[in-house]
């Protein structure tokens, strides 16, 4: 999966000189907690937070009147507060590979915009979540052939693979399957994979 198939084609920006309180208006109207900033060319310069701006309000704290307060904050522009190193990546950029740059940076989005809710909302039908069925986490010994013949399996029972996801395991060699399964009960399913010689991590109903 690319990230152009998850990604908002129609991304709601702001400009550098838009003042922080109406980004803030836009962030809560639309529903968005990031917006990306343009600059009067329309180029990417950098990208704005909602927490950004809230932290750069002044404390609760303060001495100052809540008039001064609301004029500090009204003459703050965005391009003041905004981060300035922006990651980006194409639409061709596999999904994965958008995560990991998020995950290894500390990063809630990137523009070309994909926010980590695209992300877990991929992540949710890779891993068939949304629809009801037997979950098995197991560690299959790389090598040994295991695999085809667990969905061979299932499909023997007349189940059907609603999901199937492969991790790395902590032993060299070792490979973690989260499989969810429809169509068959959770009793005969693991006793018959469990011939197979699979350890089982976790089996349930969800």
Same mark, same amino acid.
């Given at each position: 999966m690319l990230v152009g198939s998850r990604m908002s084609p129609d991304p /709601? %920006? *702001? @400009?550098?000189?838009?003042? *922080? &309180?109406e980004a803030l208006k836009i962030m809560r109207d639309k529903k968005v907690r990031r917006l990306p900033v343009l600059n009067k060319k329309g180029g990417l310069v950098g990208? *704005? =937070?909602?927490?950004d701006i809230?932290? =750069? +309000?002044p404390s609760p704290a303060t001495s100052l009147s809540i008039h001064e307060i609301h004029y500090l904050v009204s003459k703050l522009t965005v391009g003041e507060i905004m981060t300035k190193k922006v990651f980006t990546v194409? &639409?061709? @950029?596999?999904l994965e590979e958008a995560a990991r740059i998020m995950a290894d940076n500390r990063i809630g989005a990137l523009p070309v915009i994909i926010t980590e809710t695209d992300i877990f909302r991929s992540f949710l039908e890779l891993l068939g979540a949304r629809e009801p069925g037997v979950r098995l986490t197991m560690r299959i010994p790389v090598g040994q052939g295991v695999l085809p013949?667990?969905?061979? %399996? /299932? +499909?023997k029972l007349g189940g059907r693979l609603l999901a199937l996801t492969t991790w $790395? $395991? &902590?032993e060299p060699g070792d490979t973690i399957i @989260? =499989?969810?399964v429809t169509g068959v009960g959770k009793k005969k399913l693991t006793e018959s994979i469990a011939k197979l010689g699979v350890e089982y991590l976790d089996v349930r109903e969800s």
């Open positions: /709601i %920006t *702001v @400009t550098e000189k838009t003042p *922080v &309180d990208i *704005v =937070a909602e927490k809230l932290y =750069a +309000s194409a &639409d061709d @950029t596999p013949l667990c969905t061979e %399996t /299932i +499909s $790395g $395991g &902590d @989260t =499989a969810k």
